[in-house]
């Protein structure tokens, strides 16, 4: 039953941001300011990322193999997340929404607001790492992931603040709109991403190596459908591990950039 009505307010929640932000690229292209078609793919990528991570048959196979709930958030952080930022959501959902609606919606997000200031601490760049990485970390906690997967309201929480958590992360890496603060120094974005690659790693292998189930949630489980859940943590591990090359994408793309930028060697 809360299953059920959590997954319904999410596809309403998914259904408004898509329809918010078809309408807001259309009108910007009439006005002749369309945005990149490029931006408008990424977004829904990313929306669909974030339909198959928790609305379809996975979130149910999520509960029964941790190998399956590993990749669910690995959908969330490391695909949706990014995807959306990249489909610079703010600016097209706001000029999608009704004109007396776009006002106040907006207002939090002005010059000296509150909420803006706290956006702009939040997504420094040290601090939104340490945010997004202590809360991975946490999580990984037995006690906290067995909860996750045995209360749906807890589990809910534990998606919510993953998800949160990869946006801020992800906010000094991709600078989508509005502009809170000067882009970071290149070797700083390096730095930040290659500190994730290597807790990434880092959790990969504590999972993976010893070769001892850490979450009693799934080695009940694994009894009943008669699997290893020693294998299936090491594979849940695994792909934590080989995730974490996802961070390499970025660390090209700025060293590309970096490139163009440079004057020629004569």
């Given at each position: 039953m809360v299953e059920a009505a959590l997954k319904t307010v999410l596809a309403?929640?998914?259904?408004?941001?898509?329809?918010g932000y078809a309408?807001?690229?259309?009108?910007?292209?009439?006005?002749?300011?369309?945005?990149?078609?490029w931006r408008l793919v990424?977004?829904?990528?990313?929306?669909?990322?974030?339909?198959?991570?928790l609305l379809s048959p996975l979130d149910d196979l999520a509960a029964a193999r941790f190998s399956i709930h590993m990749g669910q958030h690995l959908l969330l952080t490391m695909m949706a997340a990014p995807l959306l930022l990249l489909g610079n959501p703010l600016p097209l959902?706001?000029?999608?929404?009704?004109?007396?609606?776009r006002g106040p919606v907006a207002a939090p997000l002005r010059r000296r607001a509150r909420f803006r200031a706290a956006l702009s601490a939040l997504t420094f760049l040290p601090v939104a790492g340490v945010l997004h990485v202590t809360t991975v970390w946490l999580w990984h906690l037995p006690f906290l992931y067995d909860a996750a997967v045995e209360h749906e309201l807890v589990h809910a929480v534990e998606h919510v603040t993953f998800f949160a958590t990869a946006i801020l992360f992800w906010w000094p890496i991709i600078q989508p709109a509005p502009r809170l603060r000067p882009r970071p120094r290149p070797g700083f974005q390096i730095l930040y991403l290659l500190i994730a690659t290597a807790q990434n790693t880092a959790l990969g292998m504590l999972l993976a190596v010893p070769e001892r189930a850490f979450y009693p949630h799934y080695v009940k489980l694994a009894v009943t459908l008669g699997i290893s859940a020693v294998d299936d943590q090491m594979l849940g591990g695994g792909l934590m591990w080989s995730g974490a090359h996802m961070y390499l994408i970025p660390i090209l793309i700025i060293l590309y950039?970096?490139?163009r930028d440079a004057p020629a060697c004569l």
């Open positions: 309403f929640v998914l259904a408004g941001l898509a329809a309408c807001g690229w259309r009108r910007l292209r009439a006005a002749g300011h369309a945005p990149p078609l990424l977004y829904a990528l990313g929306l669909v990322t974030i339909a198959a991570a959902v706001l000029w999608g929404l009704p004109r007396r609606v950039s970096l490139s």
